[in-house]
T-cell receptor, first 112, second 115 residues
């Protein structure tokens, strides 16, 4: 059973609009969450993270929201740019580092 | 800037061969990882290591082994390659910390095909 789920395999958004990528998790012991971006033929690169003591973290055009009660987080990209087209992975970790899990990824296409 | 280098970008091997995938990082990171990436499954952890000569099984260790003789180098070994091991293999490194909230740094991956 997947502990971290990204239920949308793909998403298309018009340039300049908002992209919202969603992630759900099942393990209540997770307390640190990260988003990675992956271009074809490259390794994933770290994008933004959030600790469970916060409900929002912002870095430029990227904002991550965490709803612990719903075990749900989302990544907002505003405004979306064609260079944002990539696969986005959500990842979750428990405080002890014993459990670190990636989601299956969502492919974002930003159309010019 | 952290650099994680995987020795091959593309590799083609035959069923039954012993295959070595090499990974080197230059930032003195304690933790190193091997993942495989398959469509719809995301990144699945094969093995990881918290220190030299230490190794821990991840979620899918069957058919694989690892070696960490030096801090900067982490090798993945396919003992007897099979076609279901055709995949993209990603190596990552991470500075040790508690809580474990340091981002991992990835290499560019090795696309391995087993014929």
């Amino acid at each position: 059973d997947q502990q971290v789920k990204q239920n949308s395999p793909s998403l298309s958004v018009q340039e300049g609009r908002i992209s919202i990528l969603n992630c759900d998790y099942t393990n209540s012991m997770f307390d640190y969450f990260l988003w990675y971006k992956k271009y074809p033929a490259e390794g994933p690169t770290f994008l933004i993270s959030i600790s469970s003591i916060k409900d929002k973290n912002e870095d430029g055009r990227f904002t991550v929201f965490l709803n612990k009660s719903a075990k749900h987080l989302s990544l907002h990209i505003v405004p979306s740019q064609p260079g944002d087209s990539a696969v986005y992975f959500c990842a979750a970790s428990d405080n002890y580092g014993q459990n670190f899990v990636f989601g299956p990824g969502t492919r974002l296409s930003v159309l010019p | 800037d952290v650099k994680v280098t995987q020795s091959s970008r593309y590799l083609v091997k035959r069923t039954g061969e012993k295959v070595f995938l090499e990974c080197v990082q230059d930032m003195d990171h304690e933790n190193m990882f091997w993942y495989r990436q398959d469509p719809g499954l995301g990144l699945r952890l094969i093995y990881f290591s918290y220190d030299v000569k230490m190794k821990e099984k991840g979620d899918i260790p069957e058919g694989y082994s690892v070696s960490r003789e030096k801090k900067e180098r982490f090798s993945l070994i396919l003992e007897s390659a099979s076609t279901n091991q055709t995949s993209m293999y990603l190596c990552a490194s991470e500075r040790q910390g508690s809580p474990r909230n340091q981002p991992q740094h990835f290499g560019d991956g090795t696309r391995l095909s087993i014929l």
